[in-house]
């Protein structure tokens, strides 16, 4: 059973810095080169896929959060990270880990949603 637990969330002011962490277990070596992905979800509106990374390090970013945001990802830990700087108020919302079926968003993931961990920015 393909599990992922996301940590590292908080309450942070505006110009702050958190690191989330995502740690998969469960995913079997099939898996090992599909894009591992962050998402966010605000109240009242649709998940986004936020960052992308495969497994040889390429790294891509929507817009809103280029510059600002840092995906990376430990293949023998199976923990993939998201370090996040300068947040907004915008960047509010819970924040998930997943295996991409493809190499955007519009192809959907492989598996069930974790608890994700809520990034609360204060103006």
């Known amino acids: 059973q393909v599990q992922f637990v996301e940590s590292g969330g908080g309450l942070v002011q505006a110009g702050g810095s958190l690191r989330l962490s995502c740690v998969a277990s469960g995913i079997g070596p099939t898996f090992r080169t599909n894009f591992r992905g962050w998402y966010r979800q605000a109240p009242g509106k649709q998940r986004e896929l936020v960052a992308r990374?495969?497994?040889?390090?390429?790294?891509n970013y929507a817009d809103s959060v280029q510059g600002r945001f840092t995906i990376s990802r430990d293949t023998a830990t199976k923990t993939t990270y998201l370090q996040m700087n300068n947040l907004k108020p915008e960047d509010t919302a819970t924040y998930y880990c997943?295996?991409?079926?493809?190499?955007?968003?519009?192809?959907?993931?492989?598996?069930?949603w974790g608890q994700g961990t809520q990034v609360t920015v204060s103006s």
């Open positions: 997943n295996v991409l079926r493809g190499t955007g968003a519009a192809q959907g993931v492989w598996f069930p």
């Open positions: 990374i495969s497994d040889r390090g390429a790294a």
